[in-house]
């Protein structure tokens, strides 16, 4: 594709509800990483992926959050049982490779009440 | 691990002229990767400028500029003859040149620029 896509773009969930964001990055871009955004803050590391393989998820904030990229493309980021403390902007961010530049998609902001 | 530091929440600039954000960075690595990102509203990530910290000449695109004082670790970002379109929020961020997962970046909390006409 011409970029990286997130969907949904906007999701509201209740409290305890399971919830799954997509991520489709760039065709053929190896590095693929999440962060979470909360609101007037900077984006913060969640976890990475070079193909298949997640390498890094030292950033996610418990064992709720849970990542897959099971093809080496599209990537989702689960979240089980939400919580209010979980509303943020999820932003992924993909690279040919990992030193290179990382184009970000637009986000998916994530409410829960 | 390192630390991106944006002390200045909010800034404003008449269009036309002249702004300058500040960032400063904390890192026991010698070699590494400074950014700028600008996130309008729309929410996505813009990569506005780059600087390898090797280099000790500023890096410039068109408008946007950089003064990069490796000693004092201080990063900070120039633009000129501003725009409205430049009005958004801005992000300093720090990369370790380091090839996978320690690729990853870290920002500061951002500053929102906005642009008078």
């Known amino acids: 594709g011409a970029g990286v896509s997130q969907s949904p773009r906007y999701k509201v969930a209740k409290r305890g509800q399971d919830v799954a964001l997509r991520c489709d990055p760039i065709s053929g871009h190896v590095s693929l990483f999440w962060y979470q955004q909360a609101l007037g803050q900077g984006p913060e590391f969640l976890t990475y992926?070079?193909?298949?393989?997640?390498?890094?998820k030292s950033g996610l904030p418990s064992d709720r959050f849970f990542a897959e990229r099971p093809e080496g493309s599209v990537s989702t980021l689960k979240i089980q049982r939400t919580q209010q403390e979980d509303s943020a902007v999820y932003l992924c961010?993909?690279?040919?490779?990992?030193?290179?530049?990382?184009?970000f998609g637009q986000g998916t902001r994530l409410t829960v009440v | 691990a390192q630390t991106v530091t944006q002390s200045q929440p909010e800034m404003s600039v008449q269009e036309a002229e002249t702004v300058t954000l500040s960032c400063t960075y904390d890192?026991?690595?010698?070699?590494?990767?400074l950014f700028w990102y600008k996130q309008p509203p729309s929410r996505q990530m813009i990569l506005v400028i780059r600087q390898e910290a090797y280099k000790q000449q500023n890096a410039t695109e068109n408008r946007f500029s950089v003064n990069f004082q490796k000693a004092a670790k201080s990063f900070s970002l120039k633009i000129s003859d501003s725009q409205l379109g430049d009005a958004a929020m801005y992000f300093c961020?720090?990369?370790?040149?380091?090839?996978?997962?320690?690729?990853?970046?870290?920002f500061g909390k951002g500053i929102t620029l906005s642009v008078r006409p």
């Open positions: 961010a993909s690279s040919l490779a990992a030193p290179t530049e990382a184009f």
């Open positions: 992926f070079q193909n298949e393989a997640q390498l890094d």
């Open positions: 961020a720090y990369r370790s040149p380091s090839t996978g997962a320690n690729s990853k970046l870290t």
């Open positions: 890192t026991s690595e010698s070699d590494y990767y």
